[in-house]
Every structure is written in C-alpha cells, then in structure tokens.
C-alpha cells in the first residue's frame, strides 16, 4: 500500500521514544522462534492463532498475555534478540533516541538471573549507539502489583549493575496498587541515584497522580490521561512542565478511551502541558512510533505545529543533556521547515 502525505511527513520527524516496555516489544514472530529453540511449548499453536488473542478488554487482560509471552525468554541472547529487533524497528521509523524500560521481575520471578536479562538488553542497546546512531537511556521498572519487599529484593539485584541503569519505574496492574504502596522503595531507589518515573492516571483516578508526584517525587508521568479531571493538576504540571508520556494506540486498545478521536492530546497541549508521543508495548498494540504518531494526527486532524511540538517535547522530556536536547531539537525545526502538511 503506498503510504499517505501525513505518514509521509511522520516518517521523517527525528523521533525520540521515551514509554516503551522492551518485553512488549516482543513480535509473534520473534516469539515463536525463541520458543522454539528454547523448546517451550506456546499456548498457541500458530502465529495467527496468538495474534487472535490480542485482543483486549483492559489493561489487566493485556497484561496476562504480556507476561505469558516473557515466559520464552530464558537465555541472555533471547534477551539481545529482543532488544536489537526492536531498535533495528525503530531507527528505521527515524528514532533516534529511546529510554526503554524493563521488568526484571517477570524474570527473575521465574528463575532467571537479573544478569542474564539485563546484560542481553545492555548489549543490544550498546550496538544500537554504535552502528544505528540511536542514543538511550534504560529504566528499571518495578512491578506493582508485588509487594514492597519484592521490589527491595529487585533494587539490591540492580546495585552491580547502577552505572547501566538510568532510571526507575513503575507498570502492570494499576487500581489497587497506589503509588503509596512504593513511596519507601522510590526514596530508596532515588538515594542510589536513579531517576523516577510512574505509571499513573491510566486506568487509577488522578489520586493516583497526585501521588505519584508527592509521594514517589517523578520527574515524569507515563500515560497520566486522567488529569484533565483536575484542574488543579493540570496547572501543576503545566506550571512545572511534567512530561506526560502518552501512548495514543495502547489507549484505543486498553480501552482507556473508546475511539482515537477521544484522544486527549490536542487538549492537553492546549492547555500547555508537555505531552510526548509513545509506543508502550508495539508488538501488542498495532503500532511502533510512526503509528502512534499517525492515529491521532488523522483522527484530531492535528496542526503541523502540534505535531512539531510533540517531537520537541519528546527530546524535552528525555534524559539527554542539555547541548543534544538542543542538537536533536533544532534539527526537529529545520524538517519542519521543508514540510507542508
Ligand atoms: N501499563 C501498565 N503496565 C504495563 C503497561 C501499561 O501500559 N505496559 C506494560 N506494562
Ligand atoms: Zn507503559
């Protein structure tokens, strides 16, 4: 099929991915095939069949056959493999920087060593930089829906390996499981020097929100949809400049809004937050960057400059120093200058 003018224009914005789970990453195909060699045996027995599973209700749903999917993924090369399809995806889409979280508990959990996993995605990352000129950064993330003391034991495994890791979050089942639930954990993880982001005011109330920037101290919200429900919130983060990491297609399919054109990104940037574009888990959601950029692009018939502004923020809101925000933002303003939408 030939590709639209606006995908066109898409394709070619340098991109920056900040909200995106390397295990959701993980294609059916690529699945398969590590199944395979690993001899464990899929509850499906055909790619068609395991991709008639996606097929969901809420984030809960989703999240069962996420962690069903990690189960393959035993040895460090498994882990690489991962980690090197999605980044060879993405510097094919134009992205040229990425923050990627992982989950070493889906892991470890299951017997497999923190080393083995993180060493794997450490790997892949560091070709990446060398011959995809894609910089990154990587973040740990606990899973909240285990307990406290579980994520103690996952930030004293992550010790031996600080100097690969940037930062710290927090993802899987969100009601019932409060940023306050993980308040001491954050301290103590922000003690050792990473930075904090949360998962929050995805399908939690805006409670969940508040929390997460009092409680926890984030310097960034990953999806935070709910806060047009305050106002009060939104002058927060408008005030402060908190990013919010948004993930329009994982919205449509965890049915956190019911149609693209509900999406609430135009408004947010109306009112002057820093919303930023993402994947979250592309390999279950339909789409990696470019898709996430073109469904509500079509569907809110955004402007040239929204668009614009969204790549801005996207470097904004990284964790890139200063001069390569700058370098990776003016290149942003120089594409849009040869573009008409
Ligand atoms: N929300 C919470 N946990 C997750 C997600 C998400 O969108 N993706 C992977 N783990
Ligand atoms: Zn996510």
Redesign the pocket.
Known sequence: MESSHLENIIQGIPKAELHL?IE?SFEPELMFEIAKRNKIALKYDSIESLKKAYNFNN?QEF?DI?YAGAQVLIHEQDFFDLTWAYLKKVSSQNVVHVEVFFDPQTHTERGIAFEVVINGIYKALEKAKKELNISYKLIMSYLRHLSEEEAFKTLESSIPFKHWIDGIGL??S?LGNPPSKFARIFEASAKQGYKVVA?AG?EGPVEYIWEALDLLRVIRIDHGNRCLDDDKLVHRLVEEQIPLTLCPL?NLELKVIEKMEDHPVAEMLDKGILATIHS??PAYFGGYMNENYYAPAKALNLTKNQLMQLAINGFKASWLGDEDKEKHISKVRSYFETVSL
């Open positions: 789970h959701g984030l999240l996420y993802d899987s969100e998962h995805e994982s979250d888990d």
